[in-house]
Structure formats: C-alpha cells, structure tokens
C-alpha cells in the first residue's frame, strides 16, 4: 500500500508537472507561411471583398470562428457562439399594396416592369404625367429641362443618364431633387436595367421609382417613344395620368463581430483583459468589380488570427486574452461601436486593446504606432518591443484615427494602432494577396505578441484622457474629407462622419449624397475618395450635396489625413 502511495504522489506531481510546462510553453509568434495562408483564405473569390451584411461578409465571419474553434478559444459573441450580432443597417422591400396604374385601368408587375427606389418616400399619388427630357435643372449651366413645362402637382417622368450636351454626369439623387424643387409629387426614371433597393436608398421626400422604357411608352401620347426622345429630348405634358402607389417594409440587415476569448491563467489577474483587435470587412463590389482588401485589411486580420492561435498553443497569458474581428469597420466603425457598448468582457477591467489595420507593407522596417500618448507607460513597452524585433517605431501618440481603436479609446481604454502606411492601391481592386509584404507581416506579428504579452503580466497601464485633435490640425497624411460611405449607393452617400473633421466642421451629415466636390459630378463614393485625393491639404473646396430631396452647397476645407 506504501509503494503505490508514493507512486500515486509521484504520478500526480509528474502530470502536474507536465501541465505546467503546458500552460507556460514558449510564445511562436505567427510566421509569414502561416499569415499568407490566412490572408489567401480571405481573399479567395467566394469571399467576395467581405462587405458586412453581404454572403462574403458572412463566409468570413464563418471562416474565423471556425478558426478560433480550432485554436481552441472559447466563444466571446452571443449565446454561447463566436458571433456577435449586430444591426448593420435597415434596407427596404416592397409591400403588400405597391402598384402602377396606367391609364385605361391596365396595371404593370412590380419587379418586372418597374420598381419603387429603396429610399421613395410611401404613399399614393394620382397625377399626370409630365415628360422632363434628363430631369436635371442647372441655370447656372444653362441647362435647365424644367423651363416651359409646369410639374407642380404631377408626376415627373425623366430619362436615366445625361445629355451629351450638359458635360458632366448627373446622379438620380439630383434630379429627385430636381423634381420636388419644381412641385412635382412623385419622380419616376425610366431605366432599361431596374435598380436593386441597396442601390436606390437615399431617402426621398416624394415618391419615387424606376420603370422600363416599354412602361414609360405606355404614358406617353400617341405618336412618342422613349426611344425617340433619349436622342432628342425635350420636354411637354403628356396628357396621360397615372396611379402610383408605393408601400415598403423595413428589413433589418445583420452583421456581426467574432470574438474567441483567452481565460487568464494567474487567478489574481484573470478579471483584466487585453483585446486584440483587427476589422474583417473590406468594400465587397464596386461598381461591378470586387476589392479584395489584402492589405486593408485581411492583412491584420491574419496578424490577430495568427496571434490567437500563438497565444493558445502557448498556454495563454496571465490575464485575458480577447481576440475580436469586427465587421462594419468600413461602414463607420459599427462593429467596434457595438462591442463596446456590449462588450464580452467588462470595459472597466479591460487594460488595453492592440488594433491591427493595414499591416500587409511594411518600408523600411518603419511601423506606425498610435495611441502611445493614451497611456503613459505605452511608449516604453513599445520602444522595447520594436527594438527586440528589429522594428523602428514611428510613435504617434493621438489614439483618434478612422480604425476601431478610437471606439476602445473613447470608451476610456488606453489603445495602440499599429499600420504600415497608405498606398495607392488602398480601396481599390489593386489591393491583392500577391502584393503584401508576409515577412515584413510577422515582424508586425512579433511586435504585437511582446506588447501583448506584457500588458498580460505586467502593470496596468493608466488611461490618460487626452482632446481631440483640434480642428483643422494636420496630420501627416493627404487631403483627408472625414467621411466614409456606401459603396454600393448611387451617388456618393455618407453613413459616417469623423467628428471634428473637414466634413463634420462644413455641416455634413451620415445620410448626406455628395453630388460634387470642387465642381467634378460624382456618381459613387470611390468617386468622392478619387475626387479629396487629387486635392491639396487646405484646400476650400466646395461640397454640393443632397439632403431629403434638397441641394444644398457648403464649403469644406480639407485636412491631412491622420
């Protein structure tokens, strides 16, 4: 009985011993084989650019969660499961009601034959139809397809696209405002390709749709063709009424963080929590065309997957570790606003988060780090980090920026931003797998496993609550607007404005459709982006904007980036 004692004793501080060597394993940071791997898998076709709320968005989602499962994370969303769900935006359907009377009692199906635009205001309209050529009203251009024809109280009828003799592109959002200016009630456009309701939802006062040109002869008197008039148009009162109706339910579109969490091994610090953070969407398709996102931002994606898987198979940290993916980054730092309002561990025992966007082209061995003025002990830990890699460190001390750190920071926890700068592939379908510089990303990677590991163990950093940046204060940067907005809208609609910014300080609002900017047409919000970029940091530049069926003008004056 004595020996199998002593042997039992002996096998218990044997296994004892051996977990403990487990849980206390070296850290591998990620190498660069294993971050193009993960990188290639979220940029792969199917992902289709990873737009939040879109199939791809949730293929990637997936494609994490089942990561972390496999690291062996323990899920931080809702329920019990790796996702956190959020409400992306509200689209719209057509409802039950929603018809086009023409005149003699014949009706038209919806879907097929027209379709009510995703931001048309509801209700009925019965009214004549009045013919506007273009629908654009431009005086100072001396162009102007409402002159001679009274649409106060009728339904406008207007061609999509411009006339060749007005020079310049001409958004719809335009020419709904166009049309409530001249009295009309309701606006219709006649299109050969009926829109998607994503592509239509900038709000409108009046009722609004699309029909097809086949409709649209339907409403013209005897003798006229669409046809004929896109070649020639001009503009008169058809004589013929219509009965528009138009009824819309609002739909919730979803979107959701993934978050795989980390317990503490060191009960005594367990409680506090270190986030390591990076945003999974990109722009999905634009203008037909798919944008990867490699660098922006698959590139901290991997960084932060690599890290988790690291930091799992090493036994973990004595405090805990958080790994989040947030979705919506693009969208006006949704997904991050969201988690720190709902956070998986409380907010107040969360010592640091590590944010990783765009970390994919490191130069000349040079990392931008922000944030390190968020906590007086930051800069040290990060001197000591880069200087051990091999890494000189660019500290840039303001935790403000357009990334999900700024969510973290004004929220009261101390944040570090690490980003290897801007490139003219940035939000375009130029930024691949092929063009990312891996080794340079698990330098990045290495970097980010010390400081982590640190803020694991060591002394909690203490928040220092710093302003704003002050208005108009230079960055470093090009022209920077302050905005971020739909890629899939007509025109250039904003859903995010950065508080202090150009754009904040000229009176714009989420909701907003630029139209021009400095006097170039806009039809999308890359446009918008391409238009800011080929200016100068303080330049005044005027800003033409749509704002419930209204044009309004402002002047903004651009700067540099941060």
């Known amino acids: 009985m004595r020996f199998r004692a002593v042997l039992a004793v002996a096998l218990v501080f044997l296994l004892s011993g051996s977990l403990l060597g487990a849980a206390e394993r070296s850290l591998v940071p990620p190498t660069a084989g294993a971050l193009a791997e993960s990188v290639a898998a979220l940029t792969t076709p199917e992902m289709e650019g990873r737009r939040s709320g879109t199939p791809g968005g949730d293929r990637a989602a997936a494609y994490l969660a089942d990561a972390l499962r496999a690291a062996g994370l323990r899920p931080g969303g809702d329920g019990g499961s790796f996702f956190q769900s959020f409400v992306l935006s509200t689209s719209t359907r057509v409802a039950s009601g929603t018809a086009l009377g023409l005149a003699g009692g014949a009706t038209v199906t919806v879907g097929t034959d027209w379709t009510p635009h995703g931001g048309s205001a509801e ?9 506007v050529g273009y629908g654009i009203s431009a005086p100072d251009e001396k162009h102007d397809e409402y002159a001679g024809v009274d649409a106060r109280g009728k339904i406008a009828l207007a061609l999509a696209g411009t006339p060749s003799e007005l020079g310049r592109r001409a958004a719809r959002v335009e020419k709904l405002a166009a049309a409530r200016a001249h009295g009309a009630r309701a606006l219709l456009l006649v299109e050969d390709t009926l829109p998607e309701p994503a592509a239509t939802a900038a709000a409108s006062p009046i009722p609004s749709a699309s029909v097809r040109p086949a409709v649209a002869n339907a409403m013209l008197p005897a003798g006229e063709r669409i046809a004929a008039l896109t070649a020639q148009p001009r503009s008169f009162a058809t004589g013929q009424s219509v009965r528009l109706r138009v009824a819309l339910e609002r739909v919730d ?130 001197t000591v980090a880069t200087s051990a890699v091999g890494v000189k ?24 931003f690490f980003h290897t700068g801007s490139h003219a592939d940035y939000h375009r379908p130029g930024d691949t797998a092929d063009k990312l510089e891996t080794a340079g990303m698990a330098r990045v990677a290495a970097v980010g496993a010390q400081i982590a590991e640190r803020l694991a163990s060591g002394p909690r950093p203490a928040y220092a609550s710093l302003p704003a940046p002050a208005r108009g204060r230079a960055g470093s940067g090009g022209p920077f607007l302050g905005v971020q907005g739909d890629a899939e809208a007509d025109g250039a609609r904003l859903v995010f404005v950065v508080p202090g910014s150009a754009a904040d300080r000229a009176g714009l609002r989420s909701g907003d459709v630029v139209i021009r900017v400095a006097g170039a047409p806009l039809m999308s919000f890359e446009e918008l982006r391409s238009a800011v970029r080929s200016r100068r940091v303080g330049d005044r530049v005027a800003v033409v904007f749509v704002r419930n069926g209204e044009q309004r003008s402002v002047t903004a004056t651009l700067d540099a980036a941060p």
């Open 123 to 131: 209700g009925e309209v019965d009214a004549e139809v009045v013919f």
């Open 253 to 382: 579109i979803p979107a959701q963080n993934v978050i795989g969490v980390l317990p503490g091994r060191d009960p005594a610090l367990a409680e506090d929590t270190v986030v390591l953070g990076a945003h999974y969407d990109h722009l999905g398709r634009v203008g037909g065309n798919v944008h990867p996102g490699a660098d922006d931002n698959a590139s901290g994606t991997a960084v932060v997957l690599g890290l988790a898987r690291a930091f799992a198979a090493a036994g973990g940290t004595a405090r805990t570790l958080v790994f989040a993916f947030f979705g919506a980054e693009e969208l006006g730092l949704i997904g991050s606003a969201h988690y720190v309002k709902h956070p998986s561990r409380p907010l107040a025992r969360t010592v640091t988060m590590i944010n990783f966007d765009m970390v994919g082209r490191l130069r000349g061995d040079q990392l931008s780090v922000g944030g390190t003025d968020s906590a007086a002990e930051l800069r040290d830990v990060v």
């Open 393 to 416: 460190a660019m500290m840039r001390g303001s935790p403000y920026g357009p990334s999900d750190h700024t969510s973290f920071y004004r929220a009261g926890v101390p944040v570090l």
